[in-house]
């Protein structure tokens, strides 16, 4: 497998560097994910790195889980407020419950729709990583669609929410900065998205956003195990069977609670998650090399509208809460 896996690493790395030279909207996933897709379809590759580039897109993708941990803190909760984030969570968990069936409804292929929904409703690609390996019957288009999907639209909110938002009539600059942060952070799809566009409207409005997205990130754990129940709910056995999480999942846990009760320098764990999003653009670059053009194409437009539902819902749901905690 050592030849596969270095093709990998070597494409995923590439990624890497190349994030620095291009615009925000194109992180270093996305381009890992694009140029796999390109290379697989472009050239026949030689079987003898199959073996390795299979490994790397799902273990490469369970061992990244471990390291992104380190951004999760259970203290942002308490930042935010008993009555903020009840409203955040609510949220949260209609997305997930609604995406799970509107999936269908929308004929998405596979597990695309839930995979957008989930992304959707807490952290983007990092939520499409946490999710992807544990459900049943994987497909490597459904990875890369749903992936595709919460980048371009995270990157399209952040572009005109900001602008949208402003636009309305608010009784204040002070309950607009809060009404607009809450929004952006608790609907768009990962941390840059929000940073871009919470910062972009002013400081006030950007360090409440900030907030409101890392209480949503707080909510990864409950949310899998949420979603562990519902797409295995109609299996065989009793109920303790939904907390019968993979090793990467129970690391994972394992590692935000320890973050958030012990004092550890913030610079390690920066270090550590960037990690992690190394790890994780090499499991994109993997599973970018597995994926045929001819069926993200046949799917992607199924993906596409489907997510842009969820977002719009989302963002109406939050607008319901933003009226009923006045």
């Not at 697989?40 to 390291?67: D, V």
């Not at 941990?69 to 009555?83: F, H, K, P, S």
């Not at 596979?110 to 544990?134: D, E, H, M, Q």
Request: charged share 10%.
């Amino acid at each position: 497998m050592l030849k596969g896996m270095l093709f990998a690493v070597g494409l995923g790395l590439v990624a890497v560097v190349a994030e620095k030279f291009t615009p925000p909207a194109f992180n270093g996933i996305l381009i890992a994910l694009i140029l796999g897709m390109l290379l697989g379809n472009l050239l026949k590759l030689p079987s003898a790195l199959e073996s390795g580039i299979t490994y790397a897109s799902s273990k490469m993708l369970e061992l990244s889980i471990l390291f992104l941990a380190v951004g999760i803190n259970y203290t942002d909760i308490a930042v935010l407020g008993v009555q903020p984030f009840v409203g955040v969570a609510v949220v949260v968990f209609a997305v997930l419950f609604l995406s799970f069936f509107l999936s269908k409804r929308f004929n998405c292929p596979g597990n695309t729709g839930i995979l957008v929904g989930f992304g959707t409703a807490i952290c983007g690609s990092s939520a499409i990583a946490a999710l992807a390996p544990s459900l049943q019957k994987q497909n490597k288009e459904d990875v890369a669609i749903a992936m595709a999907v919460v980048n371009l639209l995270g990157t399209f909110g952040m572009l005109v929410l900001p602008w949208a938002l402003l636009q309305i009539d608010w009784p204040s600059s002070d309950v607009a900065s809060s009404a607009i942060g809450y929004l952006v952070g608790g609907s768009l799809h990962s941390v840059g998205n929000v940073a871009g566009a919470g910062f972009a409207i002013g400081k006030s409005a950007g360090d409440v956003a900030i907030t409101v997205k890392l209480a949503r990130v707080a909510l990864l754990t409950p949310g899998l195990i949420f979603m562990t129940y519902l797409t295995q709910r109609s299996a065989e056995g009793n109920w303790k069977r939904y907390f019968k999480l993979p090793w990467y999942l129970i690391g994972f846990i394992i590692v935000t609670f320890v973050v958030s009760v012990v004092d550890m320098p913030k610079p390690a764990l920066k270090d550590i998650e960037y990690m992690g999003k190394v790890i994780l653009t090499v499991a994109m670059a993997a599973i970018g090399l597995k994926v045929s053009f001819k069926k993200l194409l046949q799917a992607g437009s199924r993906g596409l509208r489907f997510g842009l539902v969820m977002f719009v819902l989302q963002l109406s749901l939050l607008g319901l809460m933003l009226v009923l905690m006045r």
